[in-house]
């Protein structure tokens, strides 16, 4: 495909969560159509064309989706294998399988990484007791262990303080394959939003630079306060990263900043909640720059007009939002999720400043 | 009213233009759902939890859909009144019905400016063949003939270059009450893109500079080239239209810069074209803006972090979209109608600039 999708093409969107929903925003946008399939409550169909309420097991509901729209792309990377399957051959999905492959499973994409020659935190296997314990033989302690596949925002994850919590770190996998993580002594982290058009272009966004608390991101902040070298690196690798799958659409890739080196800590074949801070930084934001490469469009370039501080909404942090309202230069980004539930995104702030160079 | 309407609140919109497609998305954008009511095409239907397709005199439609929403709003003025009665017997409607009232009629308009001790154009009321002979001996020529009701982007009018073509132009009001207007001698024609909450504040954006070709809206750019002393006079203007109508909601108020005064142009109880620029120019921009002000929430501040050039995209400019994507700083906004008619607005484009001070 040469050509860009035509005007009123239909884009569907596996997931009808925050990310499908900003997603169909910006399919419309562009003048498109938003076809969203989603199991469960899906706040994005408030945004969009079309919803299809059935799950990843419904052969039937998956084909006539896939009939429905012209290309297909999603907002989470844990999409079963033999959905997949079937709504590939009927329409393209975007990014495609290689990069759900390598993300959907925290082995191979450690494994994948190092094979580009990119920097990783230390890791080994754990399918088992026995290599439980030689992982930590390896590993050390602190360390922290995760599911290979379906974790997110801290879950399906246990830390070790020491080597004697190793027993209890594998019970709490309850029998699921792992991976043993070493710590990295890190200034910083720092996300780049990387795209690639259908033509091969890369565009990155301006670095922004994160911050967790109890395992779910909280902030970004850009610009990131580390060094142009470090920005223009950080930038190459994700371009490596893209170009070997290559790759459609956004990538969330998230970067330890150590003394030595910058470290992949894990990527998002998707848009990545560290790239709202884009919808009021930049003239095209990471959702549209996301279905411009879905639909063949040319990249928006990713430089920022404003600095951004992106605050997440969590569980009660929504019951702010009145006060947050009524600073000046605050855009509030709400969900529209019917129950706010600790630990759940509510929403997003961005608060614009003059840009900084 | 005092708390805001509650997350997840219904906002009903009647129309399901362009104007109606950006108004819900602002409104999930603050948690809400939109239910747009249009009796034809809705490219708003896209963008929206619900869409009512029928007609203004279908009364079982208009009270379902009252029903079914927690306030009601609008994105054009022309809205009949016995649809508006029905309407209102079951949900507020917000703006309220004085601004309708004023702004549905021309003369009406005009008087309830000018009552306001504000300027406008010289106006005769034009309602037989005498009564133009007498305006056009008051107003002479050129001048231009616009019918009291319904007219918009050049239609219904007929420009008067001498006192002789004052039958012509009756002729072509086909019998409809009209008004006859001097032209204005102005070095330049802004918009005042102006808001008031449900408490009364009063939030002005900054003004935009307009230019029009065959009677419709070709670019605004912001900031315009006047004096902050006039721009000044342009919100205290804004401010006492809003405040002599109770209004809530966002208004778009024309202005014409002449060195004597600024001239009331004509005022649209609604978000406005030529408030598109805020989109990409300020933190809340001027659909938020009308949620806000509907749903009781306090309101942005009108300051732009960018300069902004807003161009529309007329009927074929929809074929200059993939160069303009190219553009680094140009945000493209696409409205989703399926044909490109001549004279149809079919997106714009926001070009994005650092602020000047």
Known sequence: MSEPLAPG???GI??????????SVAAARLGYKAHIFEPGAAPAGDVAARVTTAGYDDVDALRA???????ITYEFENIPTAALDTLEAIRPIRPGREALRVSQDRLTEKEFLRGLGLETAPFAPVASEEEMAEAVAKIGAPSILKTRRLGYDGKGQARLASAEDAPVAWAAMEGAE????????FSLEVSVIAARGL?????????GENVHKSGILATTTVPAKIPPRLSTDAALMAGKILNALDYVG????????TPGALIVNEIAPRVHNSGHWTQNGCAVD???QHIRAVAGWPLGDGKRHSDVEMENLIGDDIDRVPQIARE????VHLYGKAEARSGRKMGHVNRVKPATR
Chains 1, 2 share one sequence.
């Open 286 to 288: 990471q959702f549209e």
């Open 65 to 71: 989706f896939a009939e429905s729209v012209d290309v």
């Open 9 to 11: 093409s239909v884009i």
């Open 14 to 23: 596996l997931g009808g969560g925050q990310l499908g929903r900003m997603l």
């Open 328 to 331: 000046p230069h605050a855009a």
């Open 178 to 185: 792992a991976v043993l993580e070493g710590f990295v002594n």
């Open 199 to 207: 033509t091969g272009e890369v565009v990155c966004f301006d670095l």
């Open 250 to 257: 956004v990538m969330g890739v998230e970067l330890f900043v």
